[in-house]
Nanobody, 120 residues
Framework: QVQLVESGEGLVQAGGSLRLSCVAS????????MGWYRQAPGKERELVAT???????NFADSVQDRFTISRDNAKNTVYLQMNSLKSEDTAVYYC??????????????WGQGTQVTVSS
């Protein structure tokens, strides 16, 4: 069974920090790319950050100066360190693992989502 298990949900005050983790297991065909997307109420799911096995990263403009992403390839784990959190960061965060098939698409698996709420 393929599993992407996320942890780190919570409520945090604006300006605070939170760390999310995601562990991938099972017969996932590829973990070349791992990362995070988020979806706020009434909005479409959007990129937060991704990282390849070799360490290449991609961030949304809205978070690139505040968030960092890292991974442990031996553990199939990806982390998202969120600093200087804003109320606009409130969303359900979804872990992703897979492979990039073109400049706009990643083929893979999703986690169940974890709620992050930032109070103003």
């Amino acid at each position: 069974q393929v599993q992407l298990v996320e942890s780190g949900e919570g409520l945090v005050q604006a300006g605070g920090s939170l760390r999310l983790s995601c562990v991938a297991s099972g017969n996932i065909f590829s973990t070349d790319v791992m990362g995070w997307y988020r979806q706020a109420p009434g909005k479409e799911r959007e990129l937060v950050a991704t990282i390849t096995r070799s360490g290449s990263t991609n961030f949304a403009d809205s978070v690139q100066d505040r968030f960092t992403i890292s991974r442990d390839n031996a553990k199939n784990t990806v982390y998202l360190q969120m600093n200087s959190l804003k109320s606009e960061d409130t969303a359900v965060y979804y872990c992703l693992a897979g492979r990039r098939v073109n400049s706009k698409a990643i083929e893979g698996y999703w986690g169940q989502g974890t709620q992050v709420t930032v109070s103003s």
